[in-house]
T-cell receptor, first 114, second 114 residues
């Protein structure tokens, strides 16, 4: 079975631009979470979606938004990019909510903002 | 910000040596997880701990969930070159609406000298 997939692998943008990152969860998983990992740190929680609804939001500005589609795939959008948005963006999927099932991570999208 | 304190931040060892790293928190977690992250990849789950006092092994890896539920440790025995990477501890934090997020430590970077 395929794991969590993310696209694109790498992305270079300039300040003020907008970016869309995509994620497909493991087959059968209905929950998708997004994390931001700045170089040298652990991942930080951004959003969690389940059954196409936002169920949790981390401490990120409104420039960050996301959505989940009927096939459970998800998009993360970031508007008005800042240099500090440069990071590895990770998507994780889990079976359902609420649950103590673990979250499985994709390979991430490396975003560089110039 | 980060709520889990992970130590040491980095380790330089000889191949074949045993490794020990730990994670502490000021608050209780009901589930502790240990992940390994290779360069350019997403975190991969190594061990999940669900009960206070639980000791779980996965091959050469052993992890324990502290009695107070505020700490955990990970041991790697007889290290080999493929153990190189960054190890993260993480705890589940439940949010409203049944959502859950992972809170990560800062990571322990393991380097092995052949």
């Amino acid at each position: 079975d395929a794991g969590v997939t993310q696209s694109p692998t790498h992305l270079i943008k300039t300040r003020g631009q907008q970016v869309t990152l995509r994620c497909s969860p493991i087959s059968g998983h209905k929950s998708v979470s997004w994390y931001q990992q700045v170089l040298g740190q652990g991942p930080q929680f951004i959003f969690q979606y389940y059954e196409k609804e936002e169920r949790g939001r981390g401490n990120f500005p409104d420039r960050f938004s996301a959505r989940q589609f009927p096939n459970y795939s998800s998009e993360l959008n970031v508007n008005a990019l800042l240099l500090g948005d440069s990071a590895l963006y990770l998507c994780a999927s889990s079976t359902r909510l609420p649950s103590t099932d673990t979250q499985y991570f994709g390979p991430g999208t490396r975003l560089t903002v110039l | 910000g980060q709520q889990l304190n992970q130590s040491p931040q980095s380790m330089f060892i000889q191949e074949g040596e045993d490794v020990s790293m730990n994670c502490t928190s000021s608050s209780i977690f009901n589930t502790w997880l240990w992940y390994k992250q290779d360069p350019g990849e997403g975190p991969v789950l190594l061990i999940a701990l669900y009960k206070a006092g639980e000791l779980t092994s996965n091959g050469r890896l052993t992890a324990q969930f502290g009695i107070t539920r505020k700490d955990s440790f990970l041991n790697i025995s007889a290290s080999i070159p493929s153990d190189v990477g960054i190890y993260f501890c993480a705890g589940f934090r439940f949010l409203i609406q049944g959502a859950q997020k992972l809170v990560f430590g800062q990571g322990t970077r393991l380097t092995i000298n052949p």
